[in-house]
């Protein structure tokens, strides 16, 4: 029997979620074991998913490792699982990232370890549920399924003002979802069933699509986030325990971009043109105006939250700039490049958020405090820490030669052959990054010591240097040689901006 | 005639049972009336096998047109047995503890069992009203039965007034009906209407009097004044059962009187039940935010969720009754776990109903809060619980009609809705305990309880068999 064969995005679903639930029941009499045992379901799903890089074929249009069975036989909605080009590398650094979280807790987590191990486990098999679905329906339950154990750890692990955060996070996310289901609802009646592939093919008119984007934009803008609605996340991060907020960053965001993808393109897309300024517009707002936001930020998380935006503003710049580029070119190579360096920036931004909130869960581990202010001349007393996170820094400003740069370098370009000044406003994001990232550093790791407690710092530990190498090597081995990730996704997504640039109006 | 008796063999073993229990305590010096208890649980199991077997591949009608054998009674007749026997369960524990057990409480109950099941499956407005009144002079007593307690007499006083105008404005529309077509039948009354002979102002205006005494029955907005109070005087395990069987068979009524009798007026209708939809949707889910009694919040949940059920009939089709039914049923399930907690948190002379009294239940029984954490996601319809696929059955038939606003309208108040859910959990999770008091409560309680919220876990999981079975009811 191949791999092929194996239900293994089944197995990449369920084995976090069933050890999870085994954490659950074991409980915090059997702490250490829970540890251990938390790391090995980690990495054994972590193994199912490079079985899937290895064994998926890139030069193939439809959909991979299929799994169909009914699930509702009531209404044909199906148990139906199955990956492309743009899931395959969004599940990969779901189950990388769920690693590092459960390093990160192991000394750190002091309070019920054990159910904090389950809540991530539980979580990473809903996020991995997430980017296989194929089913709208079974996709949905993944969706809102997802927000309980992010609530609870939050509300649970977080910081004093948790319960607000948390609570916001939860109807913020909830409202947007809420408005999908009815989409998907609506486009039920049209296409004759939940199957996502069937609702690419339905026509539609220009009003219904209008109302359809919309929905599936609420869902997806609260999710990302973009400018207005971003105000639930700099909360949640700043609250959540260090591993949320890795979660958050690396992961949940890009849930957003990749609705976007999945559904807002290509069953909605001449809303899609019709809506494109406006995105783009909104795009340029999250990546001008939050880079600012993000210069004066005192406490370290907030700043790499607005950052986050800043960054995310970016992809969703790349998602909806083909429509120009297409408009004024007649070209699919420009359009192309967008939305495949849009994707390169999501999957580099989850190593690089993920590594700059470890930076800062490492510093607030040993001192209890996210505030600027009250650092200054970390790097005497940790100096191997400070040049970890000089490194990451430096890829979240987009120095050439990490992973932040592939991305961001590809939309801007493509900008340029849809408007010199939306390239011209994208590109301002070199000097905001640069400014708010470094010159939080400078004041953090540089400068003189003034405070007894940041001479007294121990460097960081085998762990910690583990967890912070495994993200240095990918954030380099990125940035030097990309090309596996274009090599995923360059045939779905050149699939993907075909279908999305034909009219289905009715 | 013995065919006909035997359709109906159900509700007279139930009769004679309810009868049965009646002398047997007459007879009992126990205080905590066991013999009794038993008693009416064997009557439930034995009427539920019996409305099982009755089960008629076909639909047929005796007693002079005015009583119905279909699949969709049988199903509501087996859920309501089912469920009461459920509560009773619950209920004695709670009883014991605060040491309110009286025989009556079991005979009260088994009739209005009885009243239920009638209301099932009626099909004159006759019989409609008589099971309709059996039931709710039961449910008035019951809830005045612990009579030392001045909130429980004037919770049954204000039900009992209340419950009179309902059903006097019920009878107001029916004899207006009558009036116009001469026939209490309800399948004569839609042949009458359809033959479009009739003024159709005036048999709008009797439709209008009918549906206001079945808002006033499920507790919908406008007609929502009774609900929290009653919930909150009544002794929590009275407020256990008029939460859940009753509301089974009010859905019945509706059915049977709106679809049944007057679906040849369903734009009217259908006008008529979206204004009270969307404000017991806006009652409930905004007034509950602002409660600090846990039966007083479930009760405006409640009127929010007769909202949602509304929308199911609003969609005016099979497959939309069908998800009415599945909405009420699954209600009654989440409803009967969430006050089953209550029973379970209290102590004698002390009833958990305050919101404060789950402060920090995760560490005084993780078990129980994950249990109450279940039903909680589930009343506010998220994924993977049962509540989620009710909403989502109803808003489904909602949009396949056409009626796209309207399920807008319906998610952002379940939006609104999360929020008070979510502060239980908060409560439950995220905040420190008051007391380390050990939760006191017997084995067999605690079992159902369990079992309780995993059905909601199991179901939400698996929706598939019990969506067969609802749609099945509609059809068949």
């Known amino acids: 029997m191949t791999i092929t064969q194996l239900p293994i995005l089944s197995m990449l679903i369920w084995t976090p979620i069933i050890g999870g639930i085994w954490a659950l029941i074991a409980g915090d009499r059997q702490e250490q074991t829970v540890k251990y045992f938390s790391l090995a379901v980690s990495v054994i799903t972590f193994v199912f998913s490079v079985m899937l890089y290895l064994e998926f074929d890139t030069s193939v249009v439809e959909m991979q490792f299929v799994e169909q069975a009914s699930w509702i036989s009531a209404f044909d909605i199906q148990y139906y699982l199955g990956i492309d080009g743009i899931a395959l590398p969004l599940i990969l650094l779901t189950s990388f990232t769920t690693i590092l979280v459960v390093l990160a807790a192991w000394e750190v987590i002091e309070k019920h370890i054990s159910y904090y191990m389950a809540a991530f486990l539980i979580l990473t098999g809903l996020m991995n549920g997430v980017f296989a679905a194929l089913d709208a329906i079974l996709f949905y339950v993944f969706w809102e399924a997802m927000l309980i154990p992010m609530f609870i750890i939050i509300g649970i692990w977080g910081g004093p003002n948790r319960v607000y955060a948390t609570i916001k996070f939860f109807l913020y996310t909830f409202l947007g979802s809420v408005f999908m289901l009815v989409a998907f609802l609506y486009l039920y009646v049209k296409a004759g069933s939940f199957e996502i592939e069937m609702m690419h093919s339905v026509p539609l008119s220009l009003l219904a699509q209008q109302f359809i984007f919309v929905a599936f934009f609420l869902a997806f803008a609260v999710k990302i986030p973009m400018w207005p609605v971003h105000t639930w996340l700099p909360d949640a991060h700043v609250e959540a325990p260090t591993g949320g907020s890795v979660i958050l960053a690396a992961i949940m965001l890009k849930m957003g971009g990749y609705g976007f993808l999945r559904f807002s393109l290509p069953i909605t897309p001449d809303a899609s043109l019709y809506f494109d300024d406006f995105m783009i517009v909104l795009s340029l707002i999250a990546v001008v105006y939050i880079g600012f936001v993000a210069l004066v ?41 967008g939305v495949e360096g849009a994707m390169m920036q999501m999957i ?25 202010k009250d650092y200054g001349g970390v790097v005497n007393s940790m100096p191997y820490f400070a040049a970890f996170m000089m490194l990451f820094a430096m890829a979240n400003s987009g120095l050439p030669g990490t992973s932040g740069f592939v991305g961001e370098f590809l939309v801007i370009l493509a900008s340029f052959q849809s408007s010199f000044w939306i390239a011209f406003f994208a590109a301002l994001t070199l000097i905001l990054g640069a400014a708010y990232t470094l010159w939080m550093y400078k004041r953090v790791v540089f400068g003189d010591v003034t405070r007894e407690e940041v001479a007294e710092l121990k460097d960081i530990n085998g762990r910690e240097a583990l967890i912070l190498f495994l993200l240095a090597v990918m954030v380099l081995a990125f940035g030097i040689y990309p090309a596996p990730v274009f090599d995923v996704m360059h045939v779905t997504v050149e699939n993907l901006i075909n279908h999305s640039l034909q009219s289905k109006l009715l | 005639m013995s065919a006909e008796l035997a359709l109906a063999i159900p509700e007279i073993t139930l009769l004679l049972l309810a009868c049965l229990v009646l002398i047997v305590d007459a007879f009992s010096n126990d205080p905590d009336h066991k013999l009794s208890y038993w008693l009416t649980q064997a009557s439930l199991l034995l009427t539920l096998s019996l409305v099982l077997s009755v089960n008629p591949p076909v639909t047929q009608v005796i007693f002079d047109n005015s009583f119905i054998s279909d699949s969709m009674s049988t199903i509501l007749k087996a859920f309501i047995c089912g469920i009461t026997f459920v509560v009773f369960l619950y209920s004695f524990e709670y009883l014991k503890e605060n040491k309110l057990v009286k025989g009556e409480y079991f005979v009260l109950g088994l009739f209005a069992v009885l009243g239920m099941m009638i209301m099932a499956s009626a099909y004159s407005l006759l019989s409609v009203y008589l099971g309709l009144e059996l039931l709710s002079l039961s449910l008035y007593a019951m809830v005045a039965m612990n009579r030392e307690s001045p909130a429980a007499s004037e919770a049954a006083m204000k039900y009992f007034v209340l419950g009179a105008l309902a059903s006097g404005m019920l009878l107001y529309g029916i004899s207006m009906i009558y009036g116009l077509t001469g026939t209490i039948q309800l399948s004569a009354i839609a042949d009458a209407i359809a033959s479009d002979s009739i003024n159709k102002s005036f048999l709008v205006f009797g439709m209008i009097f009918m549906i206001i005494g079945i808002a006033f029955k499920l507790g919908a907005a406008p007609f929502h004044m009774w609900v929290p109070d009653v919930y909150q005087g009544a002794p929590t395990s009275v407020t256990l059962f008029i939460s859940t069987a009753p509301k089974l068979a009010a859905f019945a009524m509706a059915m049977r009187i709106l679809v049944d009798g007057l679906y040849p007026l369903v734009e009217d209708w259908q006008a008529i039940l979206t204004i009270l939809a969307v ?11 602002s409660q600090s009694n846990i039966k007083r919040m479930l009760a405006y949940s409640t009127i929010a969720h007769v909202g949602y059920l509304f929308l199911g009939l609003i969609a005016g089709t099979q497959a939309g009754f069908a998800g009415a039914m599945f909405y009420i049923i699954s209600y009654a399930m989440m409803s009967m776990g969430a006050f089953g907690m209550i029973i379970l948190l209290g102590r004698f002379n002390f009833e958990a109903e305050n919101l404060e009294d789950f402060k920090g239940l995760s560490e005084r029984s993780p078990w129980f809060a994950f249990i109450m954490m279940c039903l909680m996601f589930s009343m506010a319809g998220i994924p993977p619980f049962l509540g989620f696929w009710s909403k989502w ?84």
């Open chain 2, 393 to 476: 059955f109803v808003l489904k038939e909602l949009v396949a009609s056409g009626f796209v606003a309207l399920a807008a309208v319906a998610v952002v108040f379940s939006i609104i809705g999360a929020y008070y859910y979510l502060r239980i959990i908060k409560l439950m999770y995220f905040d420190k305990p008051e007391s380390m008091t050990a939760i006191k409560a017997s084995k067999q309680m605690r079992v159902v309880l369990t079992a309780n919220g995993l059905l909601i876990l199991l179901l939400g999981l698996l929706p598939d068999s019990l969506m067969q079975i609802c749609i099945a009811a509609l059809t068949g």
């Open chain 1, 297 to 337: 930020q005192e406490d370290m998380k907030k700043l790499i939250a607005y950052s986050s935006i800043s960054h995310m503003g970016f992809v969703t710049l790349g998602f909806f700039i083909p429509f120009s580029i297409y408009a004024n070119t007649g070209q699919l190579s420009g359009a192309i490049m």
């Open chain 1, 348 to 372: 580099s931004h989850g190593f690089i958020s993920a590594a700059m909130f470890l930076c800062v869960g490492v510093m607030y581990d040993r001192l209890h405090s996210r505030q600027i």
């Open chain 2, 279 to 289: 404000l017991s949707m806006a009652v409930g889910n905004i007034i509950a935010i």
